[in-house]
């Protein structure tokens, strides 16, 4: 089919070549393959489909397609010998039809767009969409949709489908499914799916003080609660007059439609029962052999204009308006209106972010302030006036910090460090870290009581028991030979003997193992590339002509250098690794056989997780706690693998290693965080970009719904897995490593603000419709949380007591100030140990021609970054008194923060109740009520039985069952 875009009056010409279909239909929606006009049906034409509009050219289309049929039916000699007649009237029939066109045009403008759900009928939704294409394999792949479809429609569903010649390449066909009220009403029954039966009596506390204040950030009553507001019990198809049913039609959302339509695809098989394999069913089985392309449910409108059906709600339009645009990011996010169009389990994740990023912000205000500190404190930074001073730092010659290429240098040269480091280790930084100890807490506990308000006001209380524990993976069922009573249900059904469980969960130990060594041994190369090309940089950089600049020549340093390529290499080799281990975790998986969505989901989070753990986090724990820790002194260097290796442990300057570990941090949570941008908006777009090329220019009349999602990325099953992932390893960079960088959470708010606004947009306008599924929580991403808070309480300890200087200053101030008075006049020259150059090794000495020009031989000692006893000392060289009393300061500092934060924090934890009492009630409620109103619903139901039965036989009232009182009721139902 060519379309072109063209005008007669307000209509679009469409030029078609002889094999193109013959018919868009009249009203804008309505194609179907049984009755598509122009298509054939065992070799005989069909006529279109509303032949009451033009039924002159009904008829005359319907005679010529005939003998056009039998004449492509012919062998050729015989086509060629058609005389004049059937020539010129074959020429007729396609003027006729060009002109047929022409009004069917017309009428799609003036009757109906395509933009629409529904079935030719223009009543029927659309609940489901399969695509597939003829290829080579085309006879297997036929069958197995032929039995697929036709057990579907055993099954109940009703199936309509597009014949490629209506569709956009000519090569796609579209089956559309509808499930009937007495498929979504059976299903509804079997899933627990809970609905309406009366209005909600408990008015709303919605009076908050100053409540004016909160306008600007405020989404109109009709997008923030598109739905009223009912108390709610678990579908019964047998009792159906209970429930609160205006129209079958609309009763059940799109939402519940599409997933109870999933649910049967994912259940069905493809081949015949007689074959008797069990293992040949579900939708992604056959997506995965190539026998549907797609299988997505439908958006019900363009995300940027309503539809033009009126019986189609446009939710999309106002998700777009009100939430996907990057404009409305201090706004306030339609949670409900997100959970009606997409499901719970999205409502959940979106509900998560906001209130993360909401607390963000507190944490970014002390943050904040706790970095203003610091630079208010710049002039007051004693230590870094003594390494900058001429007298002090000038004088002071430090030993080489790498073999043969490294020269003495003078302390004076970390100058622009020691300030920095200044900015990020000072008090604030103690007090930043107890701090994120509580908000992390503080976090948890007010997201589950936010959590266990939604699960009320969503119906997902109790959903975890009547769903997904009773509730097998296809993949399980058809997998498991073995058969066993459920105690719960009595009935039989399969599971997977303990002897096979085990030997699969040892392989995938293994295999996580194995990838976890992997990315640990990657780390090491890292580490030695640090070691190796430090010397390098130490030995080009000191003539380099870099050095000479005014403003950034003193930045530019050998240590520098080294630690930011050491921190973008390792960059690339985590996302190098990320792509290989996702399809590995996956594997592994799948290989497991979990047996339920919600067991599948754990498995699988818990080992992405601990592999990116480890793959994010392992190069700031080496920089935090290896770093610097293990180096020796001149006179015996340690090395990383053994002597020979001539890699030598990596010191700290003089200013610590903290101002690393802030470069590291910032390099990895930036470098992910724009890298996940890209990832997520960009590049789908980029696909839809060049994908949907072709229809940029489609009239509205023949562009229809399907194959504009058709178009559109697969959001896929894992789709809000990898957007968790990302957010909880941002969390762990927040907290884990804080102490270092209290602009971290800073840096997380303002992704955040972005990120919400990203992932609603590539949502909402770039991936098809993600199938609808119910989630009553995060799911073991909260477990996993509450252990990066207390692992962050001991991590941000380790980092004050080990990583910062903070503790040798204090002990000196309190203890080793020489004067006795509390400041740090002296601390530099107290920190730093002698040595006797001559008693360096051959190995270790400067190579000639390595040292600066002002060394010479009146030199004799030079210093490094230690407490040791001096030479010529009894003890030279060994640990001195201070060195030891700093330890011990440094591990009662860890004991003390971390027992008064835990304290702390599981107080707030005990005092914070999980479930805010409101709900409580609530749900105490609604359970009353759904116990009293189906007794009073059975109770008349009786009654009017009775009645009916001795109307005639007695006029007295019949007796029935006694009834429960409203006490007993109540006290069943608490």
Same mark, same amino acid.
């Given at each position: ?173 579209? /089956? ?143 998700? $777009? ?50 970095? /203003? ?56 930084? /103690? ?184 793959? $994010? ?176 309480? /001991? ?180």
């Amino acid at each position: 089919m060519h379309r072109l875009p063209g005008r007669v009056g307000e209509d679009s010409l469409i030029e078609m070549s002889p094999t193109d279909s013959l018919s868009d239909d009249v009203n804008g929606y309505h194609h179907n393959a049984s009755s598509s006009a122009g298509s054939f049906q065992d070799g005989q034409p069909t006529c279109p489909r509303t032949p009451e509009v033009c039924p002159e050219t009904c008829e005359s289309l319907s005679s010529s397609l005939a003998s056009l049929a039998s004449s492509t039916r012919s062998d050729t000699p015989q086509y060629e010998s058609q005389t004049s007649e059937q020539i010129s009237a074959l020429t007729g029939f396609w003027r006729k039809r060009a002109l047929f066109l022409k009004y069917r045009s017309r009428v799609d403008k003036q009757r109906q767009s395509k933009d629409s759900v529904f079935f030719c009928d223009g009543r029927r939704r659309i609940d489901f969409v399969l695509s597939y294409v003829d290829d080579k394999d085309g006879e297997r792949k036929q069958e197995r949709r032929r039995v697929y479809e036709a057990n579907l429609a055993k099954e109940g569903l009703e199936l309509e489908t597009e014949d490629k010649l209506n569709s956009d390449d000519g090569n796609t066909y579209f /089956v559309k499914i509808h499930a009937p009220w007495e498929v979504l009403a059976t299903y509804a029954d079997v899933l627990k799916i809970k609905v309406p039966f009366m209005a909600n009596d408990i008015e709303e506390n919605n009076e908050m003080p100053m409540n004016w204040l909160s306008t600007p950030f405020r989404l109109p009553e009709h997008i923030m609660h598109p739905s009223p507001d009912h108390f709610t019990a678990p579908f019964n198809k047998t009792k159906t007059d209970f429930f609160l049913i205006k129209d079958k039609d609309t009763f059940f959302p799109p939402s519940t439609r599409n997933r109870i339509v999933n649910y049967i695809l994912s259940r069905c098989s493809y081949i015949s029962e007689e074959c008797g394999d069990r293992d040949k069913k579900g939708i992604k089985r056959l997506l995965n052999n190539g026998s549907y392309t797609a299988a997505f449910p439908l958006h019900d409108s363009r995300y940027w204009t309503r539809s033009k059906d009126v019986n189609c709600e446009s939710e999309r339009y106002n998700l $777009y308006n009100h939430w996907a645009g990057f404009l409305s990011f201090f706004k306030e996010q339609p949670l409900n209106l997100i959970k009606k169009y997409y499901g719970e389990k999205i409502g959940i994740y979106f509900a998560w972010l906001g209130f993360y990023t909401e607390m963000l912000l507190f944490a970014a205000i002390v943050g904040t302030i706790c970095f /203003v500190y610091g630079v208010l404190t710049y002039d007051d930074n004693q230590w870094s006036k003594e390494i900058c001073s001429a007298e002090i730092g000038g004088n002071i010659v430090m030993c080489p910090l790498c073999d043969k290429k490294c020269s003495f240098w003078k302390l004076n040269t970390t100058c622009n460090s020691s300030w920095q480091s200044h900015l990020f280790d000072n008090v604030g930084t /103690v007090f930043f870290a107890i701090f994120m100890g509580l908000w992390v807490t503080l976090f948890l506990e007010f997201w589950k009581r936010r959590q266990a308000r939604l699960e009320y006001e969503w119906d997902l209380v109790d959903f975890e028991e009547e769903q997904q524990k009773l509730q097998l993976r296809p993949e399980y069922e058809t997998k498991c030979t073995d058969r066993k009573l459920n105690r719960i249900t009595q009935e039989m059904e399969p599971y997977l003997p303990v002897t096979s469980k085990c030997a699969r969960s040892c392989l995938s130990g293994a295999t996580v193992l194995l990838w976890i060594s992997l990315i640990i041994a990657c780390i090491i190369g890292v580490i030695a590339y640090r070691l190796a090309v430090y010397a390098a940089f130490a030995s080009i950089m000191k003539d380099s002509p870099t050095v000479q600049l005014d403003v950034v020549g003193p930045y530019i340093t050998p240590q520098l250098a080294t630690s930011v390529t050491a921190s973008c290499i390792n960059f690339i080799i985590i996302m190098i690794l990320n792509l290989m281990y996702e399809k590995v975790a996956v594997w592994i998986t799948d290989m497991e056989i979990p047996k339920t969505h919600l067991e599948y989901e754990n498995k699988l989070t818990v080992k992405m997780f601990l592999f990116q753990f480890v793959n $994010y986090y392992s190069s700031c724990f080496y920089v935090a706690f290896f770093k610097g820790k293990f180096v020796g002194y001149p006179g015996d260097y340690a090395y990383m693998f053994g002597e020979w290796s001539k890699l030598r442990n990596e010191e700290c300057d003089p200013g610590g290693c903290l101002i690393e570990l802030t470069t590291q941090l910032v390099i990895v949570m930036t470098g992910k965080q724009v890298w996940g941008n890209i990832q997520e908006a960009l590049v789908p777009w980029l696909m839809n970009w060049w994908g949907s090329r072709k229809a940029r220019n489609h009239p509205e009349s023949v562009y229809t719904r399907w194959e504009q999602d058709h178009d559109l990325q697969a959001f896929g099953e894992l789709g809000l897995f990898y957007e968790y992932l990302e957010m909880v390893i941002q969390f762990g960079f927040i907290t884990l490593f804080v102490a270092s960088f209290p602009l971290a959470p800073l840096l997380a708010l303002i992704n955040n603000i972005i990120e919400v606004r990203v992932d609603a947009w590539k949502l909402t306008t770039q991936f098809r419709r993600p199938m609808a599924a119910k989630a009553h929580s995060i799911g073991a991403w909260e477990e996993i949380l509450s252990g990066i808070a207390v692992l962050s309480v /001991v991590t941000n300890a380790f980092i004050v007591a080990f990583t910062s200087d903070m503790i040798p200053r204090l002990v000196y101030m309190y203890a080793y100030q020489p004067q006795g008075e509390m400041n740090m006049k002296g601390y530099i020259n107290n920190s730093l140990s002698v040595f006797n150059i001559s008693e360096f090794k051959p190995a270790n000495r400067p190579e000639d021609g390595e040292n600066p020009i002002w060394f010479n031989s009146s030199i004799t000692t030079c210093r490094y970054r230690d407490y040791r006893y001096p030479p010529g000392h009894e003890k030279e060289y060994s640990h001195t008194m201070q060195f030891w009393h700093i330890l011990a300061a440094k591990l009662a500092f860890i004991i003390i923060m971390e027992h008064v934060v835990f304290f702390v924090k599981y107080f707030v934890a005990w005092m914070i109740p999980d479930v805010p009492s409101e709900v409580r009630a609530r749900i105490k409620r609604e359970r009353y009520l759904v116990q009293e109103s189906l007794h009073n619903y059975e109770v008349e139901k009786l009654k009017n039985q009775l009645s009916r039965q001795t109307q005639d036989e007695c006029a007295c009232t019949p007796m029935i069952y006694p009834s429960l009182t409203k006490h007993e009721v109540l006290s069943e139902c608490l």
